[in-house]
């Protein structure tokens, strides 16, 4: 039960690293980026090609992957969204546009790693040497110590960060009124670029963990893992860290639970299924505000 | 009864206003409102930017839902039906914003409205008229709306390519093929020049010549006193005047309520 | 020709069934409802009618009308469901919804093959019969595209606030667009399953909203007729571009994210721009002059208008002064 609990712990914290980045573009500029489970999945496969050549410690290994997760997603950031935004003539078209703009985009890293890993399972060789220890009969191991713990200092960090530094302000601020706050000074262009950048680090810290943690991954599991981020992200409540980071280990515990209970394979319908109940009867979310409406 | 039956003639209202209220949370943005609509006349309101002239206007179609109060539609009760059936009681209305399809003709826009008389004519006029071929349409609502409208000539364009202000007549245009016997405009001379007010001051005084109630919600002083027969002055979600319209700028609260306290008064 | 038709067979049933497929995701577009629900409905009819075929032997036509009937179902409980939800939500919504059909199948033990999925679903099912299928479908949609349905269609996509101003049931409208791409998704599925005599829980999986998305995208949101070309397009691109192969995801991804940027409206819509521009063009040449007034007017008649709408409230004000001493 324990060791359930453990492993439920290790699981939501790489949702919520995730998942963090995602509901933080989307709650501030609006862009529910699809590319963001490929970009995840793309930075562990760099750090997998560069391991391939030489063997390097966990530190460079999470800044690879850091790195990789911040240009990517820059770049769809410049190439991709802000195109389309600057083109439509509304936001809700800009919208819908920038969620089939990021699926596009996102076939594109995903056909690569297939291609070169026959769409086999890869992993990350380390230097690094994940040792596992056991307290009170409960196996933990030091990447699974160093995910939880990422998880939840950057969780607290980007919550701080949000509410007490200029361009976090700046970013909150557009995520309530656009206009007003460029009129205000904002730069939105800027800080969505910031925003995308902080966004994908994330997710390659994610990725590069996960591996590590896994062993292997497959070039698909960015895909899932968008899905469930997603119904992480309804959960708590778009925009809201706090939402973010209960909805998270509120999924990981179901799906932990649905995994020891039934055969397994019945795992992935949790998200959906928490999906149409959030959106059915809360779709503010847990921790989300409704929307006040004037005209 | 409300003072309103000093412009009322023996025939029964067509919109009566009882005690409407509009909350959203903590915001009062409409806080009993009452009045009667009788027929054949235009009324105004008139308010400053969010005294809740708008939510009003939403309220009467049915788009937000009263916190309290009751409305009356030709002496029906009219909460419960469905936005879109608002249209088929005979209440149109126009927008802030010109809101035309791009992907129309002026003349598909206007048929829009007109279209609404299919689902009275016929059960499957609607599927006939998608069979017909491709312009073979004439329609005699959507010809008496652009000719009423001053859009001759207009129709083939494409909403683009006109001034805004024959865009806002396309607008009006297609309220009026939808044959109302309510017609609620929302600021129609935004963004106008003078002389275009002045032309839609008195297509409006036209069409309440061929019996069309309406409602006209602006902040135009001088458009109000051309073309209202009585005026409600509102603010803070609640009425604070009403009576003819040269009666009612005259009152000191509106004056308050719409050049500030210190012009008000020193005014006064 | 006869020869021709008969050397490339496969492919020609492919266009029909992918002109169903991406007709299923632009429909509920057009509706301005975003929902990927006929690509689900496309892995439910695929399921169907294979175990229409293999536990009741029915013919392919029956086993087709079943699938659609099957697919019509589930869209109208889900339309029902999130027919509060709009934009994004309802997009990720039945995005999940339609991942979920392989999860479902996955685990539907041996009705649905598990994670092997059917085989042998052997059904006679003539081309001609493809046809009749997908010419009904596109008579039906192409009234649905003019006339009074539509301009409401056009209302309802656009501005569905408007729509309801002059008594569109907005509502309904959308509930139709779901049931409609629950039938052309079940068919297209239907006919998929009974020309290649197998599905698996691979082949419904998000290759086939990336490629239903394609079409779409490329060929035009607005019309079936932007369906159709996208249908043809991505059809026969594989088949004459040997070495596209391995990389045609990628290079798929790539048009839809270059057709998102550059040209919403896909080829269709490029093409109908140009026509109308053109018209536009012509008639400020025969006028003579442009028929759009100069906007700086529009802009000096905005910018005096505090003022001038202020004026007489101030002069009622003086005239009641008078009026009083």
């Known amino acids: 039960m324990l060791q359930d609990l453990v492993f439920a712990m290790s699981l939501g914290s790489i949702y919520l690293l995730f998942a963090l980045g995602m509901s933080l573009v989307w709650g501030t500029i609006g862009i529910l980026n699809f590319a963001h489970g490929v970009i995840f999945m793309f930075a562990a496969f760099v750090a997998y090609l560069i391991s391939q050549e030489v063997t390097l410690g966990l530190p460079l290994l999470v800044l690879i992957g850091i790195a990789v997760g911040a240009l990517m997603s820059v770049g769809i950031q410049l190439l991709a969204f802000e195109p389309i935004l600057r083109r439509a003539k509304d936001f809700r078209t800009a919208e819908l546009q920038i969620l089939i703009g990021g699926i596009g985009v996102a076939t594109i890293p995903l056909a690569i790693a297939q291609h070169e890993t026959k769409s086999n399972p890869f992993g990350i060789t380390t230097s690094f040497d994940s040792q596992t220890y056991e307290v009170f009969g409960v196996r933990i191991s030091t990447t699974q110590i160093i995910i939880i713990v990422a998880a939840v200092v950057f969780s607290a960090a980007l919550a701080i960060w949000l509410r007490r530094s200029r361009h976090g302000l700046a970013l909150r601020a557009i995520g309530v009124d656009s206009e007003t706050s460029s009129l205000m000074g904002a730069n939105r262009a800027r800080l969505a670029i910031g925003a995308m950048g902080l966004s994908g680090g994330l997710a390659g810290l994610a990725g590069v963990l996960l591996t590590l943690n896994l062993g292997a991954i497959t070039p698909e599991s960015g895909d899932a893992l968008l899905v469930t981020a997603f119904a992480a992200v309804i959960l708590g409540g778009v925009g809201s860290v706090l939402g973010v980071v209960v909805g998270s280990y509120a999924l990981a515990m179901i799906e932990t639970w649905v995994l020891v209970n039934t055969s397994g394979t019945w795992v992935a319908a949790v998200s959906f299924g928490i999906i149409f109940l959030v959106l059915l009867f809360r779709p503010q979310g847990l921790f989300g505000h409704a929307e006040v409406r004037r005209t | 009864m409300t003072s309103s039956a000093i412009v009322s003639t023996d025939a029964p209202p067509v919109l009566e206003v009882r005690d409407v209220k509009v909350h959203f949370g903590g915001v009062k943005a409409v806080d009993g409102i009452s009045f009667d609509i009788t027929p054949g006349r235009i009324f105004g309101i008139l308010g400053p930017n969010g005294s809740g002239k708008s939510t009003l206007l939403a309220a009467f179609t049915r788009y937000v839902n009263l916190t309290d109060g009751t409305l009356r539609l030709a002496g029906q009760d009219y909460q419960r039906i469905r936005t879109a059936d608002v249209a088929r009681r005979g209440v149109a209305r126009t927008f802030q914003t010109v809101r035309l399809l791009p992907g129309l003709t002026v003349r598909e826009n206007i048929q829009l409205g007109a279209d609404l008389s299919l689902n009275e004519s016929a059960r499957f006029a609607t599927l006939r008229s998608s069979l017909r071929p491709r312009g073979a349409v004439s329609d005699a609502a959507v010809d008496h709306a652009v000719e009423r409208t001053g859009l001759n000539g207009y129709e083939q364009l494409w909403p683009c390519e006109l001034s805004s202000g024959l865009q806002r007549g396309v607008e009006i245009a297609r309220a009026i093929a939808t044959q109302p016997q309510l017609l609620l405009l929302d600021e129609p001379t935004a963004g106008m020049n003078h002389s275009e007010r002045h032309e839609v001051s008195r297509l409006l005084r036209d069409l309440k010549g061929e019996g069309l109630t309406q409602l006209l919600v602006e902040h135009d002083v001088q458009m109000m006193l051309d073309t209202c027969d009585w005026l409600f002055a509102m603010n803070f979600g609640k009425l604070i005047a009403e009576g003819k319209p040269e009666d009612v700028v005259r009152q000191d609260q509106v004056r308050v309520a719409y050049l500030g306290k210190r012009w008000g008064q020193k005014n006064a | ?325």
Do not use: K
């Open chain 3, 1 to 325: 020709m006869i020869e021709w038709y008969e050397s490339n067979l496969v492919l020609i049933q492919g266009t029909i069934i992918n002109l169903l497929l991406a007709l299923s995701l632009q429909v509920p577009f057009r509706f301005g409802v975003f929902s990927f629900a006929g690509i689900g409905a496309f892995g439910i009819g695929g399921y169907a009618a294979a175990i229409l075929i293999l536990e009741q032997e029915v013919s392919a036509v029956v086993a087709i009308i079943g699938a659609m009937v099957v697919g019509v179902a589930v869209c109208w409980v889900l339309g029902l469901v999130v027919a509060r939800l709009g934009g994004l939500y309802l997009g990720m919504a039945t995005i999940a919804f339609t991942l979920i059909i392989a999860v479902v199948a996955i685990n539907g033990g041996e009705r649905t093959g598990g994670v092997i999925g059917l085989f042998g679903v052997l059904a006679d099912l003539p081309t001609w019969t493809i046809l009749a299928f997908a010419l009904v479908a596109v008579a039906i949609l192409a009234i649905t595209e003019r006339g009074a349905i539509g301009r409401r269609v056009e209302a309802v996509r656009e501005d569905p606030e408007l729509a309801a101003s002059i008594g569109v049931n907005v509502r309904r409208y959308r509930l139709v667009a779901f049931v409609a791409s629950g039938a052309l998704g079940a068919a297209a599925g239907a006919m998929n399953t009974i020309v290649r005599t197998t599905i698996g829980p691979t082949d419904i999986g998000f290759g086939i909203v990336v490629l239903a998305l394609t079409m779409m995208i490329i060929g035009g949101t607005r019309s079936w007729l932007g369906a159709l070309i996208g249908a043809i397009i991505f059809t026969w691109l594989p088949s004459i571009l040997e070495s596209v192969g391995t990389w045609q995801h990628l290079v798929y991804g790539a048009l839809v994210a270059l057709a998102a940027i550059f040209m919403p409206g896909g080829l269709l819509g490029v093409m109908t721009d140009g026509w109308r521009g053109l018209q536009r063009r012509r008639r400020r040449a025969s006028r003579g002059t442009s028929v759009v007034e100069d906007p700086t007017e529009a802009e000096a008649a905005a910018a005096e208008e505090p003022a001038a709408e202020l004026a007489p409230l101030l002069d009622a004000a003086n005239t009641g002064e008078r009026g009083q001493s």
